[in-house]
């Protein structure tokens, strides 16, 4: 599986973006997908991630204002973000992982390039 994410940039706090990751291959409907983010200085964290039963997770930092979905027909899952922060800057990666759900980062299987979200204040 190879993944593609995009759609991050600069937003004021209290602005919204949406993050998309473009997966290839004829399988991705099976898979868990999921985002992380990775400030400077510190390390990679879970955010959220939807199941291929389409059961989500969230981290407690971000619940209520992301909500992350998945097109299977485009093989693509989207991170909607809402009310964002200065905290919330950081390098967004897409995972995939063929098992359920887990939120420690080493056990997915496949990672995106990442994506660059700066929240100014």
């Known amino acids: 599986v190879q993944l593609q994410a995009s759609g991050g940039g600069l937003v004021q706090a209290g602005g919204s973006l949406r993050l998309s990751c473009a997966a290839s291959g004829r399988t991705f409907s099976t898979y868990a997908m999921g985002w992380f983010r990775q400030a400077p200085g510190k390390e990679r964290e879970f955010v959220a991630a939807i199941g291929w039963t389409i059961n989500t997770y969230y981290a407690d930092s971000v619940k209520g204002r992301f909500t992350i979905s998945r097109d299977n027909a485009k093989n693509t899952v989207y991170l909607l973000m809402n009310s964002l922060k200065p905290e919330d800057t950081a390098i967004y990666y897409c995972?995939?992982?063929?098992?359920?759900?887990?939120?420690?980062?080493?056990?997915?299987?496949?990672w995106g390039q990442g994506t660059l979200v700066t929240v100014s204040s």
């Open positions: 995972a995939a992982r063929s098992q359920p759900i887990v939120v420690r980062s080493t056990d997915w299987d496949y």
